[in-house]
């Protein structure tokens, strides 16, 4: 029992470990976007009818005041609010992307914007029991005061931007951005279109109402709008706030100056690159921070969010005197294999003393200043589906026939692979020398990709048997092949130097395709599954025979399923899309 419950209890403690300041943003932000969706497609209501304004806000204001809901959400924007106040003070450099302090912004003016209408509408509720819905601030937008109109179009415009340029952030790096990417936009222009038309014509029908008396009369009452003395109450409370968060906001801009001050006085220590380079940088910088500030290239992806380890440093001599890592910055070096202390994130490593190291990843593809405007090109992590299909005797090949000849039978055989991939809906990624590697899941889901490389195998099978009849001439033997299959964890992205550059996969799942296939000599079969493919695209347990081998760089021996004649395998997948169909 205490066996099966420690990797429980690792598992929960690395997912502690990877949350943080972030994470809480990303949270805290969703509930707040989730809010702001439901509002705007409530403004949108008012396309249809103001009653139909009445009936949704109904509905929107009976789950969002519901109490459980309404701490959460109010816990959240306290939160998220807090969270752009401390990223104003934290972060000391901003030249990674016009568009992060645009965000930051954006973020800020939000509160100063709303307090207004929060306070009218939520706390006059609270306090004085006032009913303020539509209709009410309506005929304030249009009638009483129309120059609070454009305060509150700023504000829904303003909330959206900075609700999509954080899921934007959020989302990029994620396998199916790419393709969720048009949707993504057409929706995010939409929304707030429908939301800003709704509320003209609800506006426009608000107009035509007010020339109503009996509408005033029970529209614009005391009871639902409050007396005079109550207004000035919630002016004041919304001075009184506007004010606080103002200063507020001056206090952190002071403190930044004062921590440049005292950086200064507290001294300044010389960060040494390994390449000659040194710089004198006030203590409290980052190493990458300092790398900015300087213009020094320094490798990051992520923009210094740690979320990526391309900024990893060695630290040349004793690190012992070196501060902990945090939390998150242990999570992506434990999550990436380096439990080297002397390996560190530049990002989130803040030397109070001399330091001299180098980088691990050098920055002349990606500096800096290089963002993924492409994530696939920069470099990404999902799970893949690798194939590793080599030619059999192609040395012998070569030795009884003119160089020319071998290049001929080579290519048809690649040709014939490369097919098959393509018509079982992978893609041909590298060819070296007689083989070749192809990946699947660039496009689908895991089990999909699973099972699209089990019929690829078997339509191989089929290609080099049209192959082997069509060069039967030629051929003292027929062309056999290896077959090795694999899925897992992968980073993707483009490989090379300068103008030779290959998008390509790199992991561990990738170099067990490539040993399980050299495996299919020595066990005597044409392909070998690992058993995390076979699961993955629902194979039954009994389809394949099952065999236990030890790969090269692993502590545990593998299971895997060895195919003998991969032929088989069309049977299997036609059962697939039978039962699919």
Request: glycine share 8%.
């Amino acid at each position: 029992m205490n066996h099966m419950a420690s990797p429980s209890r690792e598992h929960l403690q690395d997912m502690a470990r990877g949350i943080g300041l972030r994470q809480v943003r990303i949270v805290t932000g969703a509930i707040m976007f989730a809010y702001l969706i439901s509002h705007f497609l409530n403004h949108a209501l008012g396309n249809i009818s103001t009653q139909a304004l009445a009936i949704g806000v109904y509905y929107h204001t009976e789950f969002w005041q519901f109490l459980p809901v309404a701490i959460v959400f109010y816990s959240a924007c306290l939160v998220h609010t807090g969270l752009g106040i401390w990223a104003l003070y934290q972060r000391r450099e901003f030249h990674w992307k016009a568009i992060e302090p645009l965000q930051l912004t954006l973020g800020l003016s939000i509160p100063m914007l709303i307090v207004a209408h929060v306070v009218g509408v939520r706390l006059g509720q609270t306090l004085y029991g006032h009913e303020k819905l539509y209709p009410q601030e309506l005929y304030t937008f249009f009638i009483a005061a129309p120059n609070r109109l454009w305060t509150m179009l700023a504000v829904l415009v303003i909330a959206w931007v900075h609700g999509c340029i954080g899921l934007y952030f959020w989302l990029r790096l994620r396998p199916f951005f790419q393709r969720a990417a048009p949707f993504l936009l057409a929706t995010a222009v939409l929304i707030p279109t429908l939301a800003m038309l709704g509320i003209y014509q609800g506006g426009r029908a608000t107009i035509a109402d007010y020339q109503d008396a009996d509408w005033r009369r029970e529209e614009l009452s005391v009871q639902k709008l409050g007396t005079a003395a109550q207004g000035t109450t919630l002016e004041k409370i919304t001075d009184d706030l506007t004010i606080g968060y103002l200063g507020l906001l001056g206090l952190v801009l002071l403190a930044r100056g004062a921590r440049a001050l005292l950086e200064r006085r507290g001294g300044m220590i010389a960060l040494s690159y390994g390449n000659g380079r040194t710089l004198r940088v006030p203590k409290g910088l980052s190493v990458l921070e300092a790398s900015l500030r300087y213009n020094v290239p320094h490798a990051s992806v992520c923009g210094g969010r740690a979320r990526c380890s391309t900024c990893r440093i060695r630290i040349i001599g004793d690190h012992a005197g070196l501060p902990e890592p945090s939390p998150r910055e242990a999570f992506v070096l434990h999550r990436v294999g380096n439990d080297d202390p002397s390996i560190r994130l530049a990002c989130q490593l803040r030397p109070t003393a001399d330091l001299n190291f180098f980088q691990l990843f050098l920055p002349s593809t990606t500096s800096a200043n290089a963002h993924a405007a492409n994530p696939a090109r920069v470099g990404q992590e999902r799970y893949l589906v690798s194939m590793f299909v080599d030619m059999r005797g192609s040395t012998q090949l070569a030795e009884k026939r003119l160089p020319f000849d071998t290049v001929f039978i080579v290519n048809r055989f690649l040709g014939a692979v490369s097919q098959a991939v393509l018509e079982a809906g992978g893609r041909p990624n590298q060819f070296i020398g007689d083989g070749m590697l192809a990946l699947f899941g660039l496009a689908t889901d895991r089990q999909v990709a699973c099972r699209q490389a089990l019929r690829a195998a078997a339509l191989i099978a089929t290609h080099i048997d049209e192959l082997n009849q069509f060069l039967s001439h030629d051929l003292r033997e027929p062309i056999r092949f290896g077959i090795g299959i694999h899925g897992g964890e992968v980073i993707v992205g483009d490989i090379g130097y300068r103008d030779h550059m290959v998008f390509t996969a790199l992991g561990d799942a990738v170099n067990v395709a490539a040993r399980l296939q050299d495996m299919t000599k020595a066990l005597a079969c044409e392909a070998i599954i690992s058993d995390e493919v076979r699961v993955t695209a629902g194979l039954a347990d009994d389809a394949l025979p099952a065999q236990e081998v030890a790969i090269r760089g692993r502590n545990e021996p593998m299971t895997v399923r060895t195919v003998e004649k991969t032929q088989l395998l069309s049977t299997l997948v036609d059962d697939w899309r039978a039962v699919a169909a």
